[in-house]
């Protein structure tokens, strides 16, 4: 499993975004206060295609939610480090 972490910067959306990257079929939880590791679903293609998949993923549900601000951290993690 391949996790990006991202970074929220209202914890009250946390929720919200793991509920709608679920709903994209990725794998997602709220791990601390507005942090969010989610994993999409296509886990076996490269890292960098993953990155661009979850990023669109996050593009559009910040042009849903207006002014809350979403983005992946880098390095992205990976599993073996948590």
């Given at each position: 499993?391949?996790l ?12 919200d975004l ?12 709220v ?11 296509h ?16 593009r559009v ?5 207006g ?16």
């Open positions: 499993m391949r990006m972490r991202i970074l929220i910067n209202d914890p009250a959306y946390a929720d793991v509920a709608y990257l679920r709903r994209c079929g990725c794998a997602a939880d791990v601390g206060r507005g942090v969010v590791d989610a994993t999409p679903p886990a076996e293609l490269e890292q960098s295609y993953l990155r661009m998949e979850l990023d669109a993923y996050l549900w910040r042009e849903m939610r002014a809350v601000k979403a983005e992946l951290l880098e390095p992205p993690i990976t599993a073996e480090a948590i």
